[in-house]
């Protein structure tokens, strides 16, 4: 077998039966939309996650989108984002007439940059996205109390961190479930990902909970009552069959892409040329992706190295907000404008083997 970055087939192998079983039921049934699995599915990722209301939607993007116009900010509101992200945390705001005001992260975590975020802060200031990048969460204790003393919403972009567990004070909390909202992806490649597209909103607030269902469906409770301006966003029965089996593995898989960083780190700690994933010690990871930071090397050489020898590895993200076309700002952002010259994800896979990672290990040294 070939070295993946991901390996959806080996992990669908392993569990071929109760997929194929789940999504035969749903084609029986032919409730391919809003079928009984969707539920069933949203309420066991409401006690996966520990959190009152998950709303499934179609994707992560539409997710973020939900959760702000369920938010009621009006033209012109600021909301801060980090630049060292994905692309969908910034698009949604800018496509509702809310402007992104993008921020640095911080050199170590890769995450957003509190001081930064306090900085940026506006009388027009309404909302922060904290981006729990590659599977550990931001600096929630921060953000939260600097975001209670303005007054402006949290919502959490968790799509790549669902699993995580943040200790915020004396509790454990699951990543996405501290904001005001929580935002999800279950592109195949997450850590729990579909077959197709999908995606989920959580909160513990009653009335956004409601708002955000009722946007989801065409801004209507009753049908054909449409009393806010909706949208169509909703999860497959296929997809929630899918996930719903695959909900009873993520701790599993989780575990594996935990074993898999720690063979990683040991392998490259104390390399002067590797700086292996920041743990910080509030935040349990899930390592959506192992990112090293190269120092002092050619970063492109080695991935090209590593790809002539068979073994892929992905630069996320190799063009930072700020440099976008579509959200360039004026401005300084020199920790992200370093990283994305140096950053590299390995190989993190849950079917990864010790045999495997032994030879991508062995070829990155060859290099560095
Ligand atoms: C994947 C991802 C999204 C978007 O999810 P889709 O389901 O592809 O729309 C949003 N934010 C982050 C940080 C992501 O990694």
């Given amino acids: 077998m070939s070295i993946q970055m991901v390996d959806l087939k080996g992990q669908y192998l392993k569990i071929s039966n109760e997929i194929n079983d789940s999504i035969q039921e749903v084609i029986d049934s032919t409730a391919f939309i809003n079928g009984p699995k969707v539920k069933e599915f949203a309420q066991n990722l409401e006690a996966y996650v520990g959190v009152k209301h998950v709303i499934p939607c179609a994707n992560g993007t539409d997710a973020l989108q939900v959760a702000f116009m369920a938010l009621d900010l009006n033209p012109g509101d600021e909301v801060i984002v980090p630049c060292f992200t994905y692309v969908a945390t910034a698009e949604v705001i800018a496509l509702l007439g809310l402007v992104p005001i993008l921020v640095d992260v911080d050199p170590k975590t890769f995450q957003i940059d509190t001081r930064a975020f306090e900085s940026a802060i506006t009388d027009k200031t309404k909302a922060v996205v904290p981006v729990h990048l590659f599977g550990q969460c931001a600096d929630m204790e921060t953000i939260l109390s600097i975001s209670n003393q303005h007054n402006i919403y949290v919502v959490e972009d968790t799509a790549q961190a669902?699993?995580?567990?943040?200790?915020?004070?004396?509790?454990?909390?699951?990543?996405?479930?501290?904001?005001?909202?929580?935002?999800?992806?279950?592109?195949?490649?997450?850590?729990?990902?579909?077959?197709?597209?999908?995606?989920?909103?959580?909160?513990?607030?009653?009335?956004?909970?409601?708002?955000?269902?009722?946007?989801?469906?065409?801004?209507?409770?009753?049908?054909?009552?449409?009393s806010v301006v909706g949208v169509n966003s909703r999860l497959d029965t296929i997809q929630a069959a899918v996930l719903d089996v695959k909900l009873k593995y993520l701790d599993e898989y989780n575990a594996a892409r935990q074993k898999?960083?720690?063979?990683?780190?040991?392998?490259?700690?104390?390399h002067p040329a590797l700086e292996i994933p920041f743990r910080d010690i509030k935040s349990t990871h899930v390592f959506h992706q192992y990112t090293l930071k190269i120092n002092g090397l050619d970063r492109d050489h080695l991935k090209q190295h590593l790809a002539d020898n068979g073994i892929p590895s992905m630069v996320y993200y190799p063009v930072p907000l700020n440099r976008q076309e579509a959200y360039k700002r004026v401005g300084n952002f020199p920790i992200t404008d370093d990283l994305c010259t140096r950053v590299l994800s390995l190989p993190m896979s849950t079917e990864l083997t010790i045999n495997q990672q032994q030879k991508v290990i062995e070829t990155l040294l060859n290099f560095a």
Wanted: charged share 20%.
């Fill in 162 to 226: 669902i699993g995580a567990h943040y200790t915020l004070g004396s509790e454990t909390r699951g990543a996405g479930t501290m904001g005001h909202f929580g935002t999800t992806s279950f592109f195949p490649s997450k850590n729990l990902g579909c077959y197709g597209d999908g995606g989920a909103i959580f909160t513990n607030d009653d009335a956004l909970a409601e708002k955000a269902r009722m946007i989801c469906n065409h801004g209507q409770k009753k049908k054909y009552h449409h």
């Fill in 260 to 270: 898999v960083a720690e063979v990683y780190d040991a392998a490259f700690a104390n």
